[in-house]
């Protein structure tokens, strides 16, 4: 990544005339790209997929800053029903896996294209079946076409948050397709842009909320970024506990508690992987958390 920034950098100071606030800005910004690519390929790599469950909880709102001990909280697995999709949503998913296809026909038609698209800004498709559609997408090197309509959506409609939402998520596969550095560094200048118009427009748009703060986790220690990080993290969880659970959620409280340990607030840590993990009780990596902290306990 090094490497990386400093091309970058060195490519627009030269586009900029020399003007070194301009540099600096680029240049932090060519760090957040590879963090960007970094901190996602870390968490698409470290988590598993879990089965999608879905029902109206009662409404809860809880700081995850809170160092006093976890109250008790009911598991969601203890509250939810079978999932319950809307029959719309899931014929929707179907046709747009099969408008995709395989690799090698590199457009999609008019109406394969609309599938697509109104599976990745659809509100009732679930994280998991969005992340699918990219990776097929990706894979079948489909990509532009998706991005084109998306940066034409959003253009038409600038008060629909999850046309930025999902465009932002498309610069970020391209980067992960491409070769040009530059290139690379323009798209995740433009993702970053996009989640924060997404935010803008609906401050509680979860995806484009979590990207960025996961992409923020990875700023060097010398921007001192790591407040505001956590702050991200505090207010997504906030935002989701008002919210039916979804298995994506999870992933909030593990992320909080690294940020609060690496800030060596190591009781906050643990008292929010504790509560991730009895609202999640099958997430892996909660569980974990959990017992690693009590392991330390007991030798201590």
Same mark, same amino acid.
């Given at each position: 990544?090094?490497h990386?920034?400093?091309?970058?950098?060195?490519?627009?100071?030269?586009?900029?005339?020399?003007?070194?606030?301009g540099?600096?800005r680029?240049?932090?910004?060519?760090?957040?790209?590879?963090?960007?690519?970094?901190?996602l390929?870390?968490? *698409?790599?470290? +988590?598993?997929a879990? $089965? #999608?469950?879905?029902? /109206?909880?009662e409404?809860q %709102?809880?700081? &995850?800053?809170a !160092?006093e001990?976890?109250?008790?909280?009911?598991? *969601?697995a203890? +509250?939810?029903?079978? $999932? #319950?999709?809307l029959? /719309?949503t899931?014929?929707? %998913?179907k046709? &747009?896996?099969? !408008?995709?296809?395989?690799?090698?026909?590199?457009?999609?038609?008019a109406?394969?294209?609309?599938?697509?698209?109104?599976?990745?800004?659809?509100?009732?498709?679930?994280?998991?079946?969005?992340?699918?559609?990219?990776?097929?997408?990706?894979?079948?090197g489909?990509?532009?076409?998706?991005?084109?309509?998306?940066?034409?959506?959003?253009a038409?409609d600038?008060?629909?948050?999850?046309?930025?939402?999902?465009?932002?998520?498309?610069?970020?596969?391209?980067?992960?397709?491409i070769?040009?550095?530059?290139?690379k560094?323009?798209?995740?200048?433009?993702?970053?842009?996009?989640?924060?118009?997404?935010?803008?427009l609906?401050?509680?748009?979860?995806?484009?909320?979590?990207?960025?703060?996961?992409?923020?986790?990875?700023?060097?220690?010398?921007?001192?970024?790591?407040?505001?990080?956590i702050?991200?993290?505090?207010?997504?969880?906030?935002?989701?506990?008002?919210?039916?659970?979804?298995?994506?959620?999870?992933?909030?409280y593990a992320?909080?508690?690294?940020?609060?340990?690496?800030?060596?607030?190591?009781?906050?840590?643990?008292?929010?992987?504790?509560?991730?993990?009895?609202?999640?009780?099958?997430?892996?990596?909660?569980?974990?958390?959990?017992?690693?902290?009590?392991a330390?306990?007991e030798?201590?």
């Open positions: 990544m090094p990386f920034a400093l091309w970058v950098g060195t490519s627009e100071i030269a586009a900029a005339g020399g003007n070194a606030k540099y600096m680029r240049l932090i910004l060519a760090v957040v790209v590879g963090s960007v690519l970094v901190g390929g870390f968490y *698409v790599n470290r +988590r598993k879990e $089965p #999608a469950t879905l029902a /109206e909880p409404a %709102v809880v700081s &995850a800053a !160092s001990e976890p109250r008790a909280v009911e598991p *969601v203890a +509250r939810i029903e079978q $999932p #319950a999709r029959k /719309e899931q014929s929707t %998913v046709a &747009a896996s099969r !408008s995709i296809g395989p690799t090698g026909n590199s457009g999609l038609d109406a394969n294209l609309s599938q697509t698209l109104d599976l990745l800004v659809s509100k009732q498709a679930s994280y998991q079946q969005k992340r699918d559609a990219w990776k097929q997408l990706r894979e079948a489909k990509l532009d076409p998706v991005i084109a309509e998306l940066e034409h959506r959003t038409n600038p008060r629909a948050a999850e046309y930025p939402a999902a465009l932002g998520q498309g610069y970020l596969q391209k980067c992960a397709v070769e040009d550095m530059r290139e560094g323009i798209l995740a200048m433009q993702a970053d842009k996009a989640f924060e118009t997404a935010l803008n609906d401050p509680s748009n979860w995806e484009a909320r979590f990207t960025k703060a996961v992409a923020m986790s990875y700023w060097p220690p010398a921007l001192n970024k790591g407040e505001e990080v702050e991200q993290f505090q207010t997504l969880i906030e935002q989701q506990e008002t919210q039916a659970p979804e298995p994506q959620f999870a992933s909030s992320w909080l508690g690294e940020q609060y340990q690496k800030a060596g607030r190591t009781n906050d840590a643990v008292t929010v992987w504790q509560r991730g993990a009895a609202l999640f009780p099958a997430d892996e990596l909660l569980r974990k958390k959990v017992a690693s902290t009590e330390v306990k030798v201590k």
